[in-house]
């Protein structure tokens, strides 16, 4: 990334968020532009594969903290209107001029006019902001570099997010040319080039003193020119990767859950090591199972005597043999009861619970029989008004 690039770019505009957002809202605004723009459900479509790089280089900058606030102060120093050339001097007032260099990291320059020289600023402001804008640039290209975070999506069924399980994954992240060997040369001898002498950046005047860094368009901002430039990553020594892993999902996830598997995203550049491997997890229903975090839960029919009588009453459990409930003579419909340890696995091996509410049926066809005995039961009961207390806390009283 280079200076212009740090300064210039928007990266909350690209996001579509404001400059206050939190983390959280950062991460789901990336997630969404990554996931509509993934190369993989784009096949063909290079502004899609623009929109994806642009959105991962800019919550590679905010989706980290420190980046976010040097990028911050960054645009507030440089973005509007701090160290702009022809500004006031020292105390005689006069304008100076001054190369970045000499600010972050170069060489102590000579007096300026008005007073202070910039050889009075030392190495003091280029150890403050040297880091901010040589990432990339000439003093690290040559260091080891990680690779790149990816983000996948998986769908599993609602058995799978309770007991875990082992999906394959493909993915497609950049990664060295296997027919190079990330060298962009078809014979693996790619020659140094002569525009930036294998730095990878050159420096331009912005006018006013200034200087700006930007890389190499000669060589990429590789430092390396190919002589034969390879035909699968046309010189560039880095070619789209495809592979298929298997992931094991731990048991117990739950749907929009975001698992972290270190190592297992994009490949290093220079010995660095891999990226990161972020797995959003989605989960189907269950015709018959519900959940409430570690708990499952699942509705189960009774009849009228076995709700206003008591009894037992067995109950489906996911995966397992089923259960005996015994139901409480008075229990009403829609009251919950409990099957400890027979939930979903809680992240320290143990279970949570089955909560199982209880729903009186109310049959649609009665025989004959039935009809009396609900007639007879009837009029044993017309006396008494389940609604009273009803009316009665209606009226106040």
Same mark, same amino acid.
């Given at each position: 990334m280079s200076t212009k690039d740090f300064i210039e770019k928007d990266y909350y505009k690209v996001l579509g968020v404001p400059k206050d957002a939190t983390e959280a809202e950062i991460k789901k605004a990336y997630r969404k532009l990554a996931r509509e723009n993934h190369p993989d459900a784009n096949a063909g479509d290079p502004k899609a594969e623009e =929109?994806?790089?642009?959105?991962?280089?800019?919550?590679?900058?905010?989706?980290?903290?420190?980046?976010?606030?040097?990028?911050?102060?960054?645009?507030?120093?440089?973005?509007?209107?701090? &160290?702009r050339p022809g500004g006031a001097g020292g105390p005689g007032g006069g304008s100076f001029n001054f190369d970045l260099s000499d600010l972050f990291g170069g060489a102590p320059g000579g007096g300026g006019t008005g007073g202070g020289g910039a050889g009075g600023f030392g190495g003091g402001l280029g150890d403050? &902001?040297?880091?901010? &804008?040589? =990432?990339?640039?000439?003093?690290? =290209?040559?260091?080891?570099?990680?690779?790149?975070?990816?983000?996948?999506?998986?769908?599993?069924?609602?058995?799978?997010?309770?007991?875990?399980?082992?999906?394959?994954?493909?993915?497609?992240?950049?990664?060295?040319?296997?027919? +190079?060997?990330?060298?962009?040369?078809?014979?693996?001898? *790619?020659? !140094? +080039?002569?525009? +930036? !002498?294998?730095?990878?950046? !050159?420096?331009?005047?912005?006018?006013?003193? &200034?200087?700006?860094?930007? *890389?190499c368009v000669d060589c990429k901002g590789r430092g390396l020119i190919a002589q034969d430039p390879c035909e699968t990553c046309k010189g560039s020594g880095r070619a789209t990767s495809s592979r298929t892993m298997q992931v094991r999902i731990p048991a117990g996830v739950s749907d929009g859950q975001r698992i972290r598997l270190r190592g297992k995203g994009a490949p290093g550049e220079r010995g660095g090591p891999n990226g990161d491997l972020y797995v959003v997890v989605h989960v189907d229903k269950h015709p018959v199972f519900g959940r409430k975090g570690d708990n499952l839960t699942v509705t189960v029919p009774v009849t009228f005597p076995e709700a206003a009588l008591g009894g037992e009453v067995k109950v489906p459990t996911l995966g397992g043999p089923p259960v005996t409930l015994k139901v409480p003579a008075g229990t009403p419909s829609g009251r919950t009861m409990r099957a400890r340890g027979k939930g979903a696995v809680r992240k320290d091996g143990t279970r949570g619970d089955l909560l199982v509410t209880v729903e009186v049926t109310v049959p649609g066809d009665l025989n004959d029989k039935a009809r009396d005995s609900l007639e007879s039961y009837r009029d044993a009961t017309a006396g008494e008004d389940p609604r009273a207390a009803l009316f009665k806390a209606a009226k106040g009283e």
């Open positions: =929109r994806f790089k642009d959105a991962s280089e800019a919550y590679d900058v905010l989706g980290d903290p420190k980046r976010r606030k040097e990028y911050d102060e960054a645009r507030a120093l440089f973005g509007n209107g701090g &160290f403050v &902001f040297g880091g901010l &804008f040589n =990432r990339g640039g000439a003093g690290t =290209r040559t260091q080891p570099r990680r690779g790149q975070d990816i983000e996948s999506e998986v769908t599993l069924s609602f058995t799978e997010a309770v007991d875990g399980a082992t999906v394959p994954l493909r993915m497609s992240s950049s990664a060295a040319c296997k027919d +190079c060997s990330g060298t962009g040369d078809k014979n693996g001898s *790619p020659r !140094v +080039c002569p525009t +930036c !002498v294998g730095t990878g950046q !050159v420096s331009r005047g912005a006018g006013g003193g &200034f200087s700006l860094t930007d *890389p």
